[in-house]
């Protein structure tokens, strides 16, 4: 049995930084959480125990799933089904794998059903996810695209939207760009604003 974290000991490093502390700190907003949510760390200890257990679980995930089905994904591929893109059937179970065991919206807030872990441990599982295959990594990561509208947006945008992200129901990153297309280099964005409604376009 593979597991992508466990067997890689030198991924720890990360965790082991000197920051580690201060973060958790910063990130748990004093551990404030922990009568609010079964599942908030108590302190620093409890919260590098979560971290632990959810890198392990994400390890397991990619080694028993993601790795096996990464060559059929690659040649099954996304396919058009009734007008829409269909992911390859093992992309669907990598993602019904991560969303089963709630590895969506890992670093958002609890209170919209995330895991309110800082950006160090999710970075990891991204990596763990990328090392079995970089093309569902980049799937399963577009969760951290939600990092945008939890910090810019409003309160009702928040509630309508974040939560599904944490649930796994939705998650994408779109690029409108007739003239780039996925050359992210090639973007050439202008933002406007619209005086009769009060925001940028």
Known sequence: MANFYTEVPELKYHLNNSMMERICELKERGYQDKDKYDYAPQDYADAMESFDKVLE??????????????EGVDEEGPHCANGRVEYASGTKQNLDAMV???LNGMTMPRRFGGLNFPITPYTMCAEIVAAADAGFGNIWSLQDCIETLYEFGNEDQHSRFIPRICAGETMSMDLTEPDAGSDLQSVMLKATYDEANNCWR
């Open 57 to 70: 679980i994400t390890g397991e995930i990619t080694g028993e799933i993601i790795a096996p089905n990464a």
């Open 100 to 102: 089963k065991a709630g």
